[in-house]
């Protein structure tokens, strides 16, 4: 047969253990003061957050600011590409402003009416680098013939532009008037002077008697 050993088991002991393990217990205030603490540390955090948003956006606006009226000074010079390109850099920034739109949407059309004018101007200043005997050899009235001289000369530089050619090119065109016409040309004195000057002025006049 076996060897049984047996021994009392001291009470105290287990007692001990139970003491410890509800030593070891969080009090449930504490519980409390710990979770508060955390919701608080939260609310920093969110609110901490929410400022740094907050200052971003508001120098992001300031700077949107900056550059649109940038553009805005650029479009009153009228350069049309730079100020569109600037309000295009402002409308990377804050993509959803409207104000830019606005702008782009008006710089753009005026870009196109510039762009059309300029054409006809150059298109006029091709028409008159063409020799003024060929301009005058169209016009159909006294008026029409100083006018165009007048322009000619404007176009191509000053009145030593005109000469003798230009002289007897501005006869022929008044010679081909109706005579009615051509004896009105002393009245037109003050205009031929301030076109041509007054020595060519009083030359034609004597041309065309």
């Known amino acids: ?5 047996m021994r009392v088991i001291d009470d105290s002991g ?8 509800n030593q070891m217990k969080i009090p449930e205030a504490q519980l ?12 920093e955090e969110k609110e901490r957050q929410l400022r740094e948003q907050a200052a971003l956006l508001k120098r992001d606006e300031e700077q949107y600011d900056m550059i649109l009226s940038e553009a805005i000074r ?23 402003k409207e ?19 300029q054409a006809d101007v150059d298109a006029s200043v091709q028409k008159f680098r063409q020799p003024l005997t060929v301009l ?19 176009l191509n530089g000053s009145i030593d532009a005109f000469g003798q050619a230009e002289l007897d090119a501005m006869a022929q065109a008044v010679k081909r008037l109706p005579s009615k016409e051509v004896k009105q040309l002393e009245n037109k004195r003050k205009d031929l002077i301030k076109a041509i000057g007054e020595q060519w002025a009083t030359c034609l006049l004597k041309l065309c008697q």
């Open 74 to 96: 650029l479009a009153e010079t009228r350069k049309w590409d730079e100020a569109i390109s600037k309000a295009q850099e402002a409308s990377r920034l804050m993509p959803n």
């Open 1 to 5: 047969m076996g060897l049984v050993i």
């Open 14 to 21: 287990e007692e001990k253990y139970h003491s410890h393990l």
């Open 99 to 117: 104000d830019h739109k606005s702008w782009i949407a008006n710089w753009e059309s005026l870009k196109v009416i510039d762009a059309a004018r």
């Open 32 to 43: 409390q003061r710990e979770a508060e603490f955390l919701r608080c540390k939260e609310r």
């Open 136 to 154: 005058l050899e169209k016009t159909s009235s006294l008026g029409n013939i100083i006018g165009t001289t007048k322009k000619w000369i404007a």
